[in-house]
């Protein structure tokens, strides 16, 4: 009788740890693809949030420029992620006049945005 009750406890969590190495295997994999396909010029997030561009990699640290002329010095692991080139849509929605933003604004959230008054620093 307790075998009964405990095989399928058993079996659920077998499945659960087969799925989570699963899981962990593939989120490690993407990041040894990446660190393999980095190139001087890359723009990078590293894991403390700064955001930089490859400026020389060997095959453990990466040179990363942080401004123009600083390159500073990192392990290949610090780095997290590859900035994308930005698409076409948020260079559009760059350029777009304060009013169509505005609007997007008020259409996607419900809430107006404040309203602007030049003259506010003067009013009493």
Known sequence: MDLAIMLPLLIAFGALIFFNSRRQKKAMQKTI????????????HTTSGLKATIAGITDDYVD?????GVVTTWM??????????????DDLLD????SSRATEITESTGVAPAASDPDRL???
């Open 122 to 124: 003067t009013k009493d």
């Open 76 to 89: 290949k692991l610090a780095i997290r992620d590859r900035i994308e080139p930005e698409t076409a849509d």
């Open 33 to 44: 693809n990446l660190h393999d396909s980095l190139q001087v010029g890359d723009a990078v």
């Open 95 to 98: 350029d777009a006049p304060e």
């Open 64 to 68: 990363l420029e942080i401004a123009p």
